[in-house]
């Protein structure tokens, strides 16, 4: 093709090196992320305001191509736009943390669903990072204390700013090992607590795509054991006196690791276990409860 010019051959090439590129996941739509590209330097909402024959100044055209190149690189694509939509809201996202993904809107659904009927409800998110699914429950269940920890300072920061520019109160960031930064006050009453904690083993690292290994800090990723799962066994063992009797765990997780972690939430007295997952089987949410009889720890 000679140099492309308008807009239909823009995103033609656009597509191509994408779909080309050995940096990514599979299961990214190359289509819509040029779409979006694209209308971010032409500046409209949606590429339908523009007609197919447009041609864009070469200055566009430029900027346009240069962004499907740090794509193509691997370059997580919120980091291009500079925010990530999660279960309808627009959350910026800073470089240097976990990189939200709209794979969450599982845990988050789930979350909401079970809460929804419940006054006042106390909800910890462990592992937080910038705060994705501890921004969505507070938003959706505005009556809800939300409570989001990780050992991220700089993520944490962030979530902090969206919440101010979303207008949530109801949600705290505190920094901190797992639940150590959690209020003593919260012993025994939390009603629900989701985790999307660190789990891919330390040799699978290697088979991570450039996207994810070369732009997210290895802790986010895994807690560098061999099964990847220490992190995992403490989010559900130390989860137990923070609890109410009758309080939710959720963990968002891959699908080959279910079993384990059922049979990890088994030992530690957790009943109600189900694995849930979303229609394509790309989000793994594992549930359970406290039996409503556990007397609280102290
Ligand atoms: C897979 S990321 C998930 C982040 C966020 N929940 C999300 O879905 O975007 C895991 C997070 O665990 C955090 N983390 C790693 N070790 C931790 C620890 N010992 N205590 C608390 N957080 C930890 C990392 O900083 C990272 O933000």
Not at 220 to 245: F, I, K, N
Not at 277 to 289: A, P, T
């Given at each position: 093709m000679?140099?492309?010019?308008?807009?239909?051959?823009?995103?033609?090439?656009?597509?191509?090196?994408?779909?080309?590129s050995t940096h990514l996941f599979d299961d990214h739509d190359h289509d819509d992320e040029a779409q979006e590209l694209l209308a971010m330097?032409?500046?409209?909402?949606?590429?339908?305001?523009?007609?197919?024959?447009?041609?864009?100044?070469?200055?566009?055209?430029?900027?346009?191509?240069?962004?499907?190149?740090?794509?193509?690189?691997?370059?997580?694509?919120?980091?291009?736009?500079?925010?990530i939509e999660i279960y309808g809201l627009s959350l910026k996202v800073r470089p240097g943390a976990f990189v939200p993904r709209p794979s969450s809107e599982l845990t988050i659904d789930l979350a909401v669903k079970k809460l929804k009927r419940k006054k006042k409800a106390i909800v910890v998110d462990v592992c937080a990072g910038q705060g994705p699914i501890a921004l969505c429950i507070a938003h959706e269940l505005d009556e809800a204390e939300v409570f989001g920890c990780d050992i991220d300072a700089g993520g944490l920061e962030q979530g902090r700013r969206n919440a101010k520019e979303l207008g949530l109160r109801n949600v705290k960031f505190l920094a901190g090992d797992m639940y150590a930064p959690l209020p003593k006050r919260l012993k025994g009453n939390v009603d629900l607590i989701v985790g999307h904690v660190p789990y891919v083993p330390m040799d699978e690292i290697e088979d991570l795509p450039a996207e994810v290994r070369e732009y997210e800090p290895l802790y986010?990723?895994?807690?560098?054991?061999?099964?990847?799962?220490?992190?995992?066994?403490?989010?559900?063992?130390?989860?137990?006196?923070?609890?109410?009797?009758?309080?939710?765990l959720m963990l968002e997780?891959?699908?080959?690791?279910?079993?384990?972690?059922?049979?990890?939430?088994?030992?530690?007295?957790?009943?109600?276990?189900?694995?849930?997952?979303?229609?394509?089987?790309?989000?793994?949410?594992?549930?359970?409860?406290?039996?409503?009889?556990r007397t609280p720890a102290r």
């Open positions: 000679s140099e492309p010019k308008t807009v239909d051959q823009l995103l033609t090439i656009g597509v191509r090196v994408l779909d080309d330097v032409l500046d409209v909402d949606d590429l339908d305001e523009v007609p197919d024959d447009h041609v864009p100044g070469r200055r566009e055209r430029e900027r346009f191509l240069a962004l499907i190149a740090r794509r193509a690189g691997g370059e997580p694509f919120p980091f291009l736009t500079g925010r986010t990723l895994s807690d560098e054991s061999v099964d990847g799962l220490t992190l995992m066994r403490r989010a559900v063992d130390e989860s137990v006196p923070w609890l109410a009797p009758g309080g939710w997780l891959a699908e080959d690791l279910s079993k384990k972690v059922l049979k990890m939430c088994k030992k530690a007295g957790f009943t109600d276990l189900k694995v849930r997952s979303d229609e394509d089987e790309l989000s793994v949410v594992v549930e359970g409860r406290l039996p409503k009889g």
